[in-house]
């Protein structure tokens, strides 16, 4: 599949792109060597390739799942205005 400066132009008016006419040939140009790479790429046969779910054989590093923070719960709650089995209070904002 190739592009016509027109299918270009009216890409660009859709992208509200303003390109002259020597962008336009050049855009055009480009734009149909991206699409011949995208054909030779889907006609590449990938029967039997199982498919990555990262492009690199990497391993994911985990940290040890633990506890890093203290409770402060206790603390905060001392110093908020209001309190009411342990729930923080606040004032109805809305009607």
Known sequence: MALEQTDVEKIAQLAALKL???????????????????????????????????????????????????NHRDDYQKIAPAVSDGLYLVPKVIE
Not at 45 to 70: C, F, I, K, S
């Open 20 to 70: 002259n006419d020597s962008d336009l040939a050049e855009t055009t140009t480009t734009l149909n060597n991206i699409l011949k790479l995208i054909d030779r790429m889907q006609a590449v046969n990938t029967d039997g390739v199982e498919p990555l779910a990262h492009p690199l054989e990497a391993t994911q590093r985990l940290r040890p799942d633990m506890v890093t923070e203290e």
